[in-house]
C-alpha cells in the first residue's frame, strides 16, 4: 500500500504565537478528517516554536519536524542546534540540505551527509531535499544534479527500515515562484530517484523510501502531482502557512488513498 507524507515547512515564518494559532487551526481541521496509518501529517515551524508546538500537537495526527540541525554533537558552534537537542523535545524529523540552506548558509552535499549520519544515528527521520536549478535544468542535467546529490549526501548512509529516511525533490526553479513542475517531468525523475535509491538501498527497502515533490505544490495542482506512482506527497512552502490550502492539500491525498 502507498503511503503519503504531506509535509508543511513554515521557512522563517509567523512568530511563536501566531504559530501557535496556525497549528491549532491545522489541528482542528485535521480533527474532522480520519487520518489513516498510511498518511503521515508534518508541520516544520521554526526552532523557536518547536517546543510548543510539539506540546500543542501532543495526540493529534500531526507530527513536527525542525527545518536545520548541526552535525556536531555539542560544542562552540554559536547559534547551531545538535540532534541530540531536537530529541529531547520529541521532535521526530529534520529537514536537511533545503536548497535555501544550500544557497544561502553554503551547505554543501558533504554536509548534508554528515546531518544525515548525525540525524539517523539519533533516530530523527531525515528529509533529505535535492533538485536542481534552472540553468541545471535548461543544461540537461537534472538527473546529474540529483545523482550526484543522492551518492555524496547519502554516502555510507545505512537503514534498515524504509521509514528512517525521506527524499524531498524540489526543483529550486519551482520553489516559491509558483512555477510548479508538471506531473510528467516531476514523476520522470522521481522514477529516476527510486531507481537510483533501489540501487543504493536494495529493491525492498529502496522501493517504499517516500519521494516526496515540493516547489509551488498547492491546493489546485496537488491531486495532478500526487496520483503519479513515484510522487509519494509533497513538501509545502508557502500553501502550508494557509489552514485551508494545507487542509486542501491533505484532502488530496486522502482521496488518492481512497
Ligand atoms: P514553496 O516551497 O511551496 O513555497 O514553493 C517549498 C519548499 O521550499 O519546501
Not at 495526540?59 to 548541526?70: E, P, R, Y
Not at 548558509?105 to 554536509?111: D, L
Not at 534498515?160 to 524531498?168: D, F, G, H, T
Not at 517504499?208 to 489546485?220: D, K
Request: aromatic share 6%.
Amino acid at each position: 500500500m502507498k503511503h503519503y507524507i504531506i509535509a508543511g515547512n513554515w521557512k522563517m515564518n509567523t512568530r511563536p504565537s501566531e504559530g501557535l494559532q496556525l497549528l491549532n487551526s491545522i489541528c482542528s481541521g485535521l480533527s474532522e478528517l480520519s487520518i489513516p496509518a498510511n498518511l503521515k501529517v508534518i508541520a516544520f515551524p521554526p526552532h523557536t516554536h518547536l517546543q510548543g508546538a510539539v506540546a500543542a500537537t501532543s495526540g493529534i495526527a500531526l507530527d513536527i519536524g525542525a527545518q536545520n540541525m548541526h552535525y556536531e554533537a555539542a560544542g562552540a558552534f554559536t547559534g547551531e542546534v545538535s540532534a541530540d537537542m531536537l530529541k529531547d523535545l520529541d521532535v521526530e524529523h529534520v529537514i536537511i540540505g533545503h536548497s535555501e540552506r544550500r544557497q544561502y548558509f553554503n551547505e554543501t552535499n558533504e554536509s548534508c551527509n554528515r546531518k544525515l549520519h548525525a540525524a539517523i544515528s539519533h533516530s530523527l527521520i531525515p528529509l533529505y531535499c535535492i533538485g536542481e536549478t534552472l540553468a541545471e535544468r535548461e543544461a540537461e542535467r537534472h538527473f546529474a544534479v540529483a545523482d550526484e546529490q543522492l551518492e555524496v549526501g547519502l554516502k555510507n548512509v545505512n537503514i534498515s527500515r524504509s521509514s528512517q529516511l525521506v527524499i524531498a525533490y524540489e526543483p529550486v526553479w519551482a520553489i516559491g515562484t509558483g512555477r510548479t513542475a508538471s506531473p510528467q517531468q516531476a514523476e520522470e525523475i522521481h522514477a529516476h530517484i527510486r531507481r537510483r535509491l533501489i540501487g543504493r538501498f536494495g529493491e525492498s527497502i529502496g522501493s517504499e523510501i517516500s519521494i516526496l515533490y515540493g516547489g509551488s505544490m498547492n491546493a489546485a495542482n496537488a491531486s495532478g502531482l500526487l496520483a503519479q506512482p513515484n510522487i509519494d506527497g509533497g513538501l509545502i512552502g508557502g500553501a502550508s502557512l494557509k489552514t485551508a490550502d494545507f487542509l486542501s492539500i491533505v484532502n488530496s491525498a486522502l482521496a488518492q488513498i481512497g
